[in-house]
């Protein structure tokens, strides 16, 4: 079963990067689709990007397609976000997810393991 932690969150203000990291353990990413998902306060939590197991499909909610980049690092077993123009809109709480198949998905119960999430809040 593979281990999921989130880092690189934080403050920043409108315009500006973040990259956030996601380090696994007890499995290879490359055994996974991988997600990073969002939710703000009192909101539901929503898909933001996916990497395909191999590696080969990206797919990204409209909002931030232009700005965030998914990426991998297979040799550090992490997948990245990197967030850039960032707006206030994008504050939230970050999750990575794993899923165990080929495809992406963009459902949260289409998603077999999660980190505890990461803190973006974006200033105006």
């Known amino acids: 079963q593979v281990q999921l932690v989130e880092s690189g969150g934080g403050s920043v203000q409108a315009g500006g990067s973040l990259r956030l990291s996601c380090a696994a353990s007890?499995?290879?990413?490359?055994?996974?689709?991988m997600g990073w998902f969002r939710q703000a306060p009192g909101k539901e939590r929503e898909f933001v990007a996916a990497?395909?197991?191999?590696?080969?499909?990206?797919d990204y909610t409209d909002s931030v397609k232009g700005r965030f980049t998914i990426s991998r690092d297979i040799t550090k077993n992490t997948v990245y976000l990197q967030m850039n123009s960032l707006k206030p809109d994008d504050t939230a709480v970050y999750f990575c997810?794993?899923?165990?198949?080929?495809?992406?998905?963009?459902?949260?119960?289409?998603?077999?393991?999660w980190g505890q999430g990461t803190q973006v809040t974006v200033s105006s």
């Open positions: 997810a794993a899923r165990n198949a080929f495809t992406i998905a963009t459902l949260t119960h289409e998603y077999d393991y």
């Open positions: 990497l395909s197991r191999r590696g080969f499909t990206r």
């Open positions: 007890g499995g290879t990413l490359s055994w996974y689709t």
